[in-house]
């Protein structure tokens, strides 16, 4: 059973300091992976999709890497703003019917 | 496009009491996804359906759990009867298979049961 962790659980950084949330999953047979935002009282919003095949992406201020043989992907937030502060989920397809399954999440406050 | 609708945003019901929670998925898209958040267990997929048809089930808690989708419009998740360990935010997402992996998601319902 695929299991996915998610390091630190939460983080308090002050504004425009670069900054990396760590994501690893048990099982490398993957489909691909996605980070998502959540805000508080909200649903979650799609970030980044990482195919299995690719080893990054980027969008705007965010790059997410994944290195399927160690069982770890990154997520890089480069001159982090307050309006950065939410919860950041990472969730890796396990099928070709797109089921994901979803670390806890690490809690990001970005101060001014 | 006016994303995943979920009704009602939040309920506040006694344990024993049926529960019904309503989802609405983005028009056009094929496959409908169930969640449910806890602070202990995060986000758990109970079930999801493509074109209509429950595929995978295998979350679900137990038979009080049951999910169904009459139409490819709208889908519920019905709880009977609730119990206080089923205290979450429940999730919709929906997603256009052919379309790519990525999911949308509705803003969720938070159950409360006393």
């Known amino acids: 059973k695929q299991e996915v962790t998610q390091i630190p659980a939460a983080l308090s950084v002050p504004e425009g300091e670069n900054l990396v949330l760590n994501c690893s999953f048990t099982?490398?047979?993957?489909?691909?992976l996605q980070w998502f935002r959540q805000d508080p009282g909200k649903g979650l919003t799609s970030l980044l999709l990482i195919q299995s095949s690719q080893r990054e992406q980027t969008s705007g201020r965010l790059n997410a890497s994944l290195d399927k043989s160690s069982g770890r992907s990154t997520l890089y937030i480069a001159a982090s703003q307050p309006g950065d502060s939410a919860t950041y989920l990472c969730?890796?397809?396990?099928?070709?019917?797109?089921?994901?399954?979803f670390g806890k999440g690490t809690m990001l406050l970005v101060s001014p | 496009d006016a994303g995943v609708i979920q009704s009602p945003r939040h309920e506040v019901t006694e344990m024993g009491q049926e529960v019904t929670l309503r989802c609405k998925p983005i028009s056009g898209h094929n496959s409908l996804f169930w969640y449910r958040q806890t602070m202990m267990r995060g986000l758990e997929l109970l079930i999801y359906?493509?074109?209509?048809?429950?595929?995978?089930d295998s979350g679900m808690p137990e038979d009080r759990f049951s999910a169904k989708m009459p139409n490819a419009s709208f889908s519920t998740l019905k709880i009977q009867p609730s119990e206080p360990r089923d205290s979450a935010v429940y999730f919709c997402a929906s997603s256009f298979r052919q379309g790519g992996p990525t999911q949308y998601f509705g803003p969720g319902t938070r159950l409360t049961v006393l």
């Open positions: 969730a890796v397809g396990n099928s070709g019917y797109s089921t994901l399954t």
């Open positions: 099982d490398s047979a993957i489909y691909n």
């Open positions: 359906f493509n074109n209509n048809v429950p595929i995978d």
